[in-house]
């Protein structure tokens, strides 16, 4: 079997911040020599991480982007609908009980905290350690992603 996205690649990473493992991934949106390379973060990765890499690429091909590397934050299941609970958990920076899912059932909250260390403090140092990166950072996401955006600009 083939990968699905070319130059990409996939790791099962725990973190201590957070209480969980985290799956993520990395796109390679460079050339092989490479050095000092922008990273670009993406939330929700099982559902965006693919959309990502394939714009950054195609934005590639025009001259309009440098080199580098996509890392793509997700979890250990199939599919985004999945992720639900998780990502309420990881992207809200307060706890809300009017956080429910489709059934009414309430959803974790007010974890971004956590999930910006883990960030930060785990997985940004877990990268250095595999890949050239260097300190030129951009977050990406939507939804509930784009609140914890906001946070850490607030935050951090």
Known sequence: M????GECEVHDLTSASVGDTFRIFVGHCHGHT???LPAVFVSDANGAFG???DIVRH?????HLPPLLVVGVGY????????????????TP????????GDGTPLPSGGAAAFLA???DELTPWLASRFPIGSNTTYIGHSL??????YALLEN
């Open 2 to 5: 083939t990968a699905a996205i």
């Open 94 to 101: 307060t706890v809300s009980p009017v956080m429910k899912d």
């Open 34 to 36: 490479a050095e000092e």
């Open 145 to 150: 992603g784009g609140l914890f955006g906001a």
């Open 59 to 63: 934005l590639q091909l025009g001259g």
């Open 118 to 120: 883990f960030i930060s």
């Open 76 to 91: 250990p299941v199939a599919v985004l609908r999945q992720t639900i609970a998780q990502r309420t958990r990881d992207l």
């Open 51 to 53: 959309m990502t890499v």
